[in-house]
């Protein structure tokens, strides 16, 4: 039995939950509370305190550095799914790059205008705003809160590639999902996540792959 210890806002928990379901894999989902690392720490034997983390009998599986997709690449082997053809190996790592950093930064941010909703617990949304201030500076989420026009434009605009890429396949690099794809949707279900937010229409092709994607999932 598989178990995936995540929070379901993460956006890189949210594309290894994903790809679980899309492999049909028989797995269980521990959500920790935002700001609790001890599960991690402790089956990581300290080694770790990111999340996601996955857990398959006696082997514990963690990213060994930014750009690893370790979690990815074992789910990967272990159901079979080609999500990474080594044909490809070269456009996803660029692409999973721009997803995960330039993406990925105003995503975040958009949703965390919304923190005080979806982390209803306290303490737990006090050592959120402890941790994002630490790395962004303190006010941050009340100066993102202000900013939230310009940044939802700022990431359409860094979607839009993503859109043209769509309108010439069915998903980002291939006629099939490939692991950019399920990179890409774990972005948006962040982005997504808080409920105030959806796809922007405009964005017709990208919206489309969305729906395909969420079909895949189950
Ligand atoms: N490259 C890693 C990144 C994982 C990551 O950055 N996770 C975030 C949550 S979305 C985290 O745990 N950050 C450290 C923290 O919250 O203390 C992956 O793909 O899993």
């Known amino acids: 039995m598989i178990t995936l ?3 379901p806002a993460s956006p890189f928990c949210i594309a290894i939950d994903v790809m679980l379901r899309y492999a049909k894999a028989d797995h269980h989902v521990v959500n920790l509370p935002y700001s609790d690392r001890r599960l ?3 089956k990581s034997q300290g080694q770790y305190y990111k999340i996601p983390l996955l857990e398959d009998g006696d082997r514990v599986i963690w990213e060994r550095s930014d750009e690893s997709q370790d979690i990815a ?3 990967d082997r272990t159901f079979g799914l080609d999500l990474f053809p080594q044909a490809l190996e070269g456009i996803q790592a660029i692409l999973a790059r721009y997803i995960e950093s330039d993406v990925e930064a105003v995503g975040f941010k958009l949703n965390d205008i919304y923190y ?4 209803p ?3 737990d949304r006090t050592m959120m705003v402890r941790h994002k201030e630490r790395k962004f500076g303190p006010g941050c989420l009340a100066t993102w809160a202000a900013n939230q026009d310009d940044l939802q434009r700022e990431l359409e605009a860094r979607l839009n590639p993503l859109d043209q890429m769509l309108s010439q396949r069915a998903f980002l690099v291939d006629e099939r999902p490939r692991f950019v794809d399920f990179d890409l949707l774990g972005i948006l279900g962040n982005y997504l996540y808080s409920g105030h937010y959806h796809l922007p229409k405009h964005l017709e092709h990208l919206d489309r792959w969305h729906e395909r994607m969420r079909v895949l999932a189950g």
Do not use: G, S
């Open 116 to 119: 005080e909703e979806w982390i």
């Open 5 to 7: 210890y995540q929070h």
């Open 40 to 42: 991690i720490v402790e």
């Open 121 to 123: 617990d306290l303490y």
């Open 73 to 75: 690449r074992y789910v």
